[in-house]
Each structure stands twice: as C-alpha cells, then as structure tokens.
C-alpha cells in the first residue's frame, strides 16, 4: 500500500496516477462488446444461447430455459434460513422506506395570463436490471435497483443474473421474490446488455437498463446509451476515509478491506492529518490482512491502487476528497456534521466512527448503487428518479397567448424560421 505525503513534490502526479481508471476504453474490449451487441441484434435468441454456452459454460436446448420460473424464486425464498429471509427482508423494508421519500408527484400552476404551465411525472414501462455474478453474489444489488424501480411504479421489473455452470445463488432468487421483480433470466456479460436494449423472442427490450457488471457490461451500456437509457458507467468501487485519528485504527483498516475485497482494481485511500495514527493504521492492515477469506483480493488491491496519505489537516483532507469525488467517503472524525457543508462531491457520505459503509451497502436506506471513477461531480445514486421522466405541460390561454405568440415571433423571425413565426402569429388577434 502506497505512502503519500501532500508536503512532496510529485505528491500529485502520484495521486493522478494512482486515481486513473480508463480501462472502460480498452480499445480490444470495445470492439468485442460491439460484435457481440451487432449479432445478438441480427439473431437474437440463437446468439444468446451462444454466448451463454462460451462464456458461462451453460448449454440450454432452447432459449425459453434462459427464462427462469416464478415458482422458483418462491423456492429460494424458501429454501435460505430464517435468519438470511428476515434480513433480506428487514433490508428491503428499509430500502423500500427511504426511497418512499424520493418519489416525485406532478405539479402545475397558471401565471397571471392564465396560462398552464407544470410537469408530468411518469414511470417508465419497462426496465432491466443487471446482477452481477462471478466472485460473488449479491443479493443487495436486486433490492437495490428493483425496489426504487417499484416505488417509481415501472410497470415490469426484467432481471438478468448470469448462472455459471447452470448454478444459481439462492439468496439473489429469494432477494428477487422480496423485490418484486417481474421475470428473471440467466444471461450475463455484453450479451445480456444487447437482449435487453434491442429485445429477443424471449426477453423482451425494456427502457432503462441499471446496475453495475465488470467492464465488458459497463462498456455494451454505454454503446447501446441512446437506443435505451442507462444509470451510469460503473468502475471499480472506491472507499475514501478521512480520520482525524479518534477513530479505532482496526475499524479503518476493516472499511478499506471491505471495498479491496470486491477485486483487485478496487480503491480504498486514507487521508489523515496524524502520521502516527497512520503508522497504527498500517499496523492493523498487517495483522488483520492473513485473517480475511479474500485476502489475496484484498492484498493485490491495496498494492495497486491503495493509498494511505498524510495531509497537512482537515481541511486538505476534505479538499482532496472534492478533487477525488468518491463512491463512498468515510468522515471518521469526532464532529462530521461540521465537515458536511464542505463536502461537494461524493456518492455516499457515511458520518462517524460507527457508520461503517458497508451498512449502506445492504440496509441503512440510501442506494448502494453510486457513481465512480469521479463520475460523482455529475451523477448521483441511483434513485426514484431514475425510474421516472417528466413531460412539460404548457396549455396557453386565448389572453396568454396574445403575448407570448409576439414574444415567440419576434424571436422565430430573429432566427429565420418563419413557420415557426406564423404558427404563433396565426392564433394573435388582430389590433386596431
């Protein structure tokens, strides 16, 4: 794990370089993903079918076995122990809860001339989640983007979750049945981006496609981006801790391990004012490190893009985690709300020593689903919102009209567009 201190010279060039993540254009991955959208569009189901066998070694007769049966999502949630069902669905409940807050209502108003003037809020139709499989399962992930999409009142949930080897994580089905989610298939990678952007005979297309997969998903969501709508591009995930030393140093060392152990291009960053809290810190890393289940991750992780920095205080502290917008930040300091007005960019801010962000990843509320790689100056977590778009409403009266139609012919005529002009001139009445 790197060793920073803000006072050296190559201070920032070391940060740039060690903050830098542009593998999403990886010239090779992009010109995989894009003959893998191009014939999963020309020959739907047959394609997928393919892909499912080469990538996830499952080979299906016919691609209605790529669907997964409702009754089997009931299996699951039948199947997981008592203790797995109740935090699941505590987990929802609280998800479900503070998404609630976020839903947006129309609104409209009439100015003085009598004009209407407002906004139409509206759920989309349809939309595609993606669950990532691979190193892990995440059941958090469904409640994540399925419930917000519920609250907004999508009319059908689509789920896509790749099944290695045909085997399939019970808690993502039983997750999934808490969720409401509608149809669940077993299709993953670049593949399962294309079904869902241009449709199959079997699965069907949908709106928006949301939630994060490795870098082939993130590059096919920004290539189909327009044809369909998108959340975000996911990178890496990102922990920046900022700590003014009262916090205990094995509490810090376990929150930058519980972002490292994702894989090995994840990010986790101390900054903190106190060299010596840092050496305990380092100290924890060591001994706690041989203990952890995915040590090897966590360690690749920590060598390559981890960092533990010296500031100069507080306030650089909090300027560099501006600079870095990151996923998560941890502000383990005695008085957070103080630093909070400070804060300008970060996915998910979790105040104080006992806020591990690891509860915002499965139950405290808030989505865990963030923006990346400083993508949180412009993007937001997923929300309500996402699953909702707004039409404006405009209905003139015949007084309104009278002058808002010059205001616009004035202005049509200044840019030559005359049918425009005459459009608002016809509806004027004539003046003495």
Not at 48 to 66: I, S, V
Not at 183 to 211: C, E, H, M, N, W
Request: glycine content about 8%; proline content about 5%.
């Amino acid at each position: 794990m790197q060793r920073m201190d803000t006072r050296d010279a190559d201070f920032d060039q070391r940060l740039e370089t060690l903050t830098a993540w542009d593998e999403a254009l990886d010239a090779s991955v992009e010109a995989a993903v894009t003959g893998i959208l191009a014939d999963v569009r020309a020959r739907g189901d047959s394609a997928l079918l393919e892909y499912t066998a080469r990538f996830d070694q499952l080979t299906l007769p016919q691609a209605a076995d790529l669907e997964v049966p409702p009754e089997r999502l009931q299996q699951a949630l039948a199947a997981i122990s008592p203790l797995q069902r109740s935090a699941l669905e505590q987990a929802a409940a609280r998800v479900r809860s503070y998404h609630e807050h976020q839903h947006q209502a129309s609104w409209q108003y009439l100015d003085s001339e009598g004009n209407l003037l407002g906004q139409k809020i509206t759920p989309l139709d349809r939309v595609g989640i993606y669950v990532p499989g691979g190193k892990a399962s995440y059941p958090s992930s469904v409640l994540m983007n399925a419930l917000p999409a519920q609250v907004a009142g999508v009319g059908e949930i689509i789920m896509v979750v790749p099944a290695p080897g045909g085997e399939l994580n019970d808690l993502v089905l039983a997750a999934a049945a808490i969720a409401g989610v509608d149809r669940v298939f077993t299709v993953g990678g670049a593949q399962a981006v294309a079904a869902l952007a241009y449709g199959t005979s079997t699965v069907p297309a949908v709106d928006k496609i949301v939630g994060p997969g490795n870098i082939y998903v993130a590059t096919a969501k920004r290539q189909v981006f327009g044809r369909v709508g998108i959340d975000m591009i996911a990178g890496p995930s990102e922990i920046l801790v900022i700590c003014d030393g009262s916090t205990d140093p094995d509490w810090v060392a376990m929150d930058l391990f519980s972002q490292a152990e994702h894989d090995e291009n994840a990010q986790a960053i101390l900054l903190c004012p106190d060299a010596a809290y840092i050496e305990r810190v380092a100290e924890s890393i060591e001994r706690l490190l041989p203990s952890m289940e995915r040590a090897s991750i966590i360690r690749a992780s920590l060598a390559g893009r981890g960092a533990l920095v010296l500031t100069r205080d507080i306030a650089e502290a909090v300027a560099l985690s501006n600079r870095l917008a990151p996923e998560h930040l941890e502000l383990s300091v005695e008085d957070p709300e103080a630093l909070l007005p400070d804060i300008r960019h970060a996915g998910a801010i979790f105040m104080g020593a006992y806020t591990s962000e690891s509860l915002g990843d499965y139950c405290a509320g808030p989505n865990h689903v963030l923006p990346t790689s400083r993508t949180a100056r412009f993007f937001s977590p997923l929300g309500v919102y996402d699953f909702q778009k707004r039409s404006s409403l405009i209905m003139c009266s015949e007084a309104g009209v009278q002058s808002l139609g010059r205001i616009a012919s004035t202005l049509a005529r200044g840019e030559q567009l005359t049918a425009h002009a005459r459009s608002a001139e016809l509806r004027l009445r004539e003046t003495d």
